[in-house]
């Protein structure tokens, strides 16, 4: 399977729990990025990398929030101390550098807060 | 004010019928613009990149407006599996690729 890989596709946490989703781009794609999606909104932008380099990241990130791509491949999605808030689609997307690129997206991993 | 926007629909399209929508975007120096289509609870899927002059991609036509800052999808013979929604995408050329998403327009195609 050549696209960009999400693990877990459904996650259901209680409130207070740490979770962790995993995002495997696809190889020849340096740069990786996650977003966000709530019903009926776009994605909204969390952060991204460029290799192992987190770049930028989205005011939506509070500290409770983290990401690593350690070795520029794959790269996995931190939440500490879940709020019900923070219920969503959580979309990683991977591209090849420049502009004139559009984003291969993953299937997602949908996150329920309880 | 929202640097993409969009008008959420929905739009219902007779099957066979030709039906456009808009969005427009904020940031005057935005460099790249794209159509992604995403089906219900899936992930958003490329539909096609926008020129400057307007391109076709079978029954699909984009167009845009860099003076008055839109974007246009027109889709002609509307086919059922056409229902979804379209998001308007806009690169605003800074460091990164970064894409900002707009809301989405909803299309139905019924029979």
């Known amino acids: 399977d050549t696209g960009v890989s999400q693990n877990p596709r459904h996650k259901i946490t209680k409130r207070g729990q740490n979770v962790t989703f995993r995002c495997d781009p696809i190889?020849?794609?340096?740069?990786l990025y996650w977003y966000r999606q709530t019903l009926g909104q776009g994605p909204e932008f969390l952060t991204y990398?460029?290799?192992?380099?987190?770049?930028?990241k989205s005011r939506l990130l509070s500290d409770r929030f983290s990401a690593e791509r350690p070795k520029g491949s794959f790269s996995t999605l931190e939440i500490q101390r879940t709020e019900q808030g923070d219920s969503a689609m959580y979309l990683c997307?991977?591209?090849?550098?420049?502009?004139?690129?559009?984003?291969?997206f993953g299937s997602g991993t949908r996150l329920t807060v309880v | 004010r929202k640097e993409v926007e969009q008008d959420p629909g929905p739009f219902n399209v007779p099957e066979g019928a030709t039906v456009a929508f808009n969005c427009t975007y904020s940031?005057?120096?935005?460099?790249?613009f794209f159509w992604y289509r995403q089906d219900c609870r899936k992930e958003p899927k490329l539909l096609m990149s926008?020129?400057?002059s307007g391109n076709e991609d079978g029954r699909f036509t984009a167009q845009l407006n860099r003076a008055s800052q839109y974007i246009s999808l027109l889709i002609r013979d509307s086919k059922l599996s056409d229902s979804a929604t379209y998001l308007c995408?806009?690169?605003?050329?800074?460091?990164?690729?970064?894409?900002?998403f707009g809301g989405g327009t909803r299309v139905l195609v019924k029979p």
């Open positions: 990398f460029q290799n192992e380099a987190q770049l930028e």
């Open positions: 997307a991977s591209s090849l550098p420049g502009e004139n690129y559009g984003y291969t």
């Open positions: 190889s020849e794609h340096n740069r």
């Open positions: 926008v020129y400057s």
């Open positions: 995408v806009v690169n605003r050329g800074a460091a990164g690729n970064k894409l900002t």
């Open positions: 940031n005057s120096a935005s460099q790249s």
